[in-house]
RNA sequence: GCCCAGGUGGCGAAAUGGUAGACGCAGGGGACUCAAAAUCCCCCGCAGCAAUGCGUGUCGGUUCGAGUCCGACCCUGGGCACCA
């Protein structure tokens, strides 16, 4: 055993003894309760990044300490392989995505093992390898017959950087998510998965996600965004150029708000609206406004406070119910996207509206009153929009309705004309797949001359990907690969031409869990391991996939329950959201506005008396930077941290313990240098008990009941501490759990008594504690303590309740809730007694005038006198 | 504007309605050392010599007792958005 910590050495010990017994390799095994526990698929980057470690070591501490408690745990790794960045490498290094792509994974794999995270990498997948990727062909043929993907032509986002179509959900601001180029409006044919058929359910069963958090819960719903309204339709006469009625001659809107019906003074289109586009060719004076509306930034999150601006068309409709003449007017809040690009404008109980008619002088018609409310058409008020204390009036045969008996009366009469009817609407959009782009699944389709769009035929899958292409930024050069395009029609067997573009890469991520459970099955997309395996027992990933992953994740599992090849309708029973990891950043802006960002090492921070820091200069000059406070790890701001620089410097179990330590493991945490220090410090001080008690330890004997004071306070406070770790670990609370197992040392170096059994005891405690969070330093101990030969087969210590109880226990005594002092009392004293012992003490006398009104006993806690 | 999370020492943070600040970092003092590093010991919310008072964003409330529960507000971070 080595007199001082070696982590080096101790951690390439462990990690060759778990990989020559294949300790981590899962089995599915029907006698032991299964628990499958996952961190989302990272992309090769080929750099691993503090972040990872971070994420990953959660992961790693979930895993091993339920394997202890006796779960049969499944913890898998692979890669999200497909993808823009391998393209965009490709055109810079002049080497294929694939070349690139198998290379990051290995550099990324190598960097990833010196942690010693608890992977079974016998079931590593890349989204890259034919036998992933066949099931996502083989599954969207599935879809295509029964009607969920389908190829329709429309409009659609065009990224002109990226050069690929984009989902609705991709476009952030009117710009590509990943590119952040503006997006263009293009018509191209595309494959689309149905998810909006799902969309009931998909909302519905967001209830069940008890073990998911609640934010990410909301966002789904407001992103599903369901909307039940009433959907009509206002008559016009407006023709186009040719003389034909636009539209049919009719004005189709949504509202929520059909109950203030009788208070449209107006409608409001949107610039693209084919209205807008008639009455700009009759009035070229309207291009200028519909221009702006186009390109003006619609989506800036400063729109809030800017203004509602317009411009009248000229144009009229007719109220389908008054029959009342309305002024159609252009206006830059109305979405194209979004229902029929129109909407009925009711300015007395709309806000929006209400702004607007104020604006421009439309008129404003109170149509809801609220009991004990006085209206005034001068300045809004929030009660104008109550669904729920609104009665209707001046409104006609509906005066005197209520909300909802309003809108259900609006909806009869509008059916009644067929002028429209109840609807539902929804955010939600389906999800286009097609790419325009190489690295990807292909979609398994053959344009035929003669039989048109034909299915490849299950038996030719998968169609494979050739690996030797080099994008050079011109496209998708599978459009010049005679050998991968040309191909027999299976129906007719003339010669017919692949489909060449590819699948999205959600498409990957939305059932690679699944493949984890059976990831050699040639023969089923899943089998027996995901029976066995699924659903999920905790996903781990970042907040940022909230949305379209998860959701994308949630619409497959339905698909694929719908097709038969799974029992469950949810794929993930807990999410749990890791935060990110930051650190200090430090710039200079030199005259142009350019900011030069320093490494932390580079700057000196000054401190003011109490320590709080003020300034910080450049080591360089000694001149000044600006501390541009803590901010998410990025190269750009030079405050990145390598895994591999800390891991050399002070081992895997350093920076593991630290990252769990550092806050939170749902919450964003900060880097601190000095941090990671006190980690190292902590396990240099526990390999030197160890060695400093081995022979104790080696030769100890079996624990009796005859302890002295000073054992009997030390199991108590082990067995305490470990009672709240456990809890810590019930909630996932890492970082208490590393503080709990900072306590069980200190508690240990403060220990005075000589019983070897109870140091023993206390110590093989705290081995087993600390081994998720540290996992090579418990190994090695537990070896050369002679506790056993592999500490990963150990079984968790349970709290001893002979341990836990105590002969006298200590109650804090308040006088009105304020501390007064403290009692020792035996643990089972009458009431009395302790109601003496608490009025006997001195500083409680001198708050006490006379004799306490009351006395509060909270049983083991406190004593509250009330005086 | 809507939704979500959060606001506690110099810092990261902890606290089933019951001792606010555990655990750690930084800082101060001391021991060891020729010296340094490492290590060990002590102190460390604010004010005060002390007794004590004041302290968990603000203001109220419930309670014997509130960081924790309720109401209103302020601020920070994240997400979404002219969503009708």
């Given amino acids: 055993m080595h007199e001082h910590y070696t982590p080096a050495q101790i951690e390439a010990d462990a990690q060759a003894q778990w990989e020559n017994n294949k300790v981590f390799q899962a089995v599915e095994d029907v006698s032991k309760p299964k628990y499958y526990a996952c961190s989302m698929l990272p992309y090769p980057s080929g750099k691993l990044h ?5 994420n990953y070591t959660i992961n790693d501490m979930l895993a091993r300490q339920l394997r202890m408690r006796g779960f049969n745990v499944l913890m898998p790794m692979g890669w999200d392989a497909f993808g823009l960045p391998a393209e965009n490498a490709a055109i810079a290094y002049k080497k294929s995505p694939a070349e ?10 190598s960097q990833m093992q010196p942690l010693g995270l608890a992977f079974d990498w016998s079931r590593e997948i890349a989204t890259c390898d034919p036998d992933y990727y066949k099931w996502n062909q083989w599954f969207f043929l599935k879809m295509l017959e029964t009607g969920v993907a389908y190829k329709k032509t429309q409009i659609v986002n065009w990224d002109p950087v990226d050069q690929t179509v984009l989902a609705n959900e991709q476009v952030v601001d ?49 992103w599903i965004g369901k909307s039940e309204g009433v959907r009509f339709a206002f008559d016009h006469d407006v023709k186009d150029a040719d003389g034909a009625p636009i539209n049919d001659g009719k004005l189709w809107v949504f509202t929520t708000r059909a109950d203030t019906i009788m208070g449209v003074t107006f409608c409001a289109i949107a610039a693209e609206h084919p209205l807008a586009t008639r009455a ?52 830059n809040y109305v979405l194209m ?37 006085t209206y005034s058409a001068e300045t809004w008020a929030e009660w104008y929009g ?62 035929c001359p003669c039989c048109g769009d034909v299915p490849v035929p299950y038996e030719d899958l998968p169609v494979v990907l050739p690996t030797d292409c080099i994008p050079d930024g011109s496209g998708n050069p599978l459009k010049h690969r005679e050998d991968f395009l040309n191909v027999a029609c299976p129906k007719c067997g003339e010669a017919a031409q692949r489909e060449t573009d590819t699948m999205d890469t959600f498409v990957d991520s939305s059932w690679y869990f699944m493949r984890y459970c059976d990831p050699k099955n040639g023969e089923a997309m899943v089998g027996e391991g995901t029976k066995y395996w699924m659903a999920m027992d905790q996903y781990i990933g970042g907040i940022e996939h909230a949305v379209l992953h998860l959701l994308y994740a949630r619409f497959w599992t339905k698909a694929m329950r719908d097709a038969g090849l799974v029992s469950f309708g949810e794929p993930f029973k807990n999410l749990f959201t890791q935060g990110m990891l930051l650190r200090d950043c430090y710039y200079r802006e030199d005259t142009h506005g350019k900011k030069r960002w320093f490494y932390p090492s580079e700057v000196d921070v000054l401190h003011d008396d109490k320590g709080r820091p003020v300034s910080a200069i450049a080591k360089e000059d000694g001149q000044p930077v600006v501390m541009g406070g803590i901010e998410k790890m990025s190269k750009s701001k030079n405050n990145v941290v390598e895994p591999k620089d800390i891991i050399e410097q002070y081992g895997a179990d350093t920076a593991r313990l630290f990252t769990m330590f550092a806050g939170p493991p749902d919450q964003s945490a900060a880097w601190s240098d000095s941090g990671v220090e006190g980690a190292y410090r902590y396990l240099r001080r526990l390999w030197a008990f160890g060695v400093k008690h081995a ?27 470990l009672k709240q770790i456990d809890a810590d670990f019930e909630r996932l609370q890492y970082n208490t759990v590393v503080s709990g197992v900072m306590k069980l040392l200190n508690a240990l170096e403060a220990y005075k008594g000589d019983n070897a059994a109870v140091l023993r005891e206390s110590f093989g405690i705290l081995l087993r504690a600390i081994y998720p969070a540290a996992p090579h330093i418990a190994h090695q101990l537990w070896r050369e303590l002679g506790y056993g030969d592999e500490i990963a087969d150990a079984a968790w210590p349970e709290p001893a309740a002979d341990a836990l109880t105590q002969d006298e226990i200590k109650l804090m005594v308040q006088v009105n809730g304020k501390l007064r002092g403290e009692i020792l009392v035996a643990k089972d004293a009458a009431k009395d007694v302790i109601e003496a012992a608490a009025l006997a003490q001195e500083g409680v006398q001198r708050f006490l005038d006379g004799a306490p009104k009351k006395v509060i006993i909270v049983p083991g806690r406190l004593v509250n006198i009330v005086a």
């Fill in 174 to 222: 009117g710009r590509g998510w990943r590119s952040g180029a503006i997006v263009e409006k293009r018509e191209i044919p595309g494959y689309y998965f149905g998810i909006t058929q799902y969309a009931d359910e998909l909302l519905d069963d967001i209830d069940q996600l008890e073990g998911w958090p609640d934010m990410v819960r909301a966002m789904q719903r407001n």
């Fill in 386 to 447: 109550d669904k729920v204390r609104g009665v209707m009036i001046n409104s006609g045969k509906y005066d005197g309705l209520g909300y909802k008996a309003a809108v259900d009366a609006v909806a009869a009469d509008l059916a009644a004309k067929d002028a429209g009817e109840k609807k539902t609407t929804w955010r939600l959009r389906d999800w286009g797949i097609s790419r325009q782009r190489y690295w990807g699944t292909p979609i398994p389709i053959i344009h």
């Fill in 337 to 373: 996207g979004y229902g029929d690009g129109a909407v009925m404008a009711v300015p007395g109980h709309d806000e929006r509206d209400f702004a607007f008619a104020h604006k421009y002088g439309l008129p404003i018609r109170q149509v809801v009153a609220v009991d004990g409310e």
């Fill in 695 to 721: 022979e104790t330890i080696r030769t100890a004997g079996e624990l009796t009941a005859a302890l002295a004071k000073d054992d009997k306070a030390l199991r108590f406070e082990i067995h305490s501490t």
């Fill in 50 to 54: 503090m972040g990872h470690v971070r």
């Fill in 100 to 109: 690139w792509t198998y290379a990051n994974i290995a550099d990324m794999k």
């Fill in 280 to 331: 700009a060719e009759l009035n070229p004076a309207l291009l200028p406004f519909i221009d702006e509306c186009k390109h003006g930034g619609t989506t800036e999150a400063e729109l809030a406070t800017q203004d509602k601006k317009g411009v009248s068309t000229g144009l009229f409709v007719t109220h389908p119910l008054t029959g009342a003449q309305l002024e159609v007017w252009i206006g």
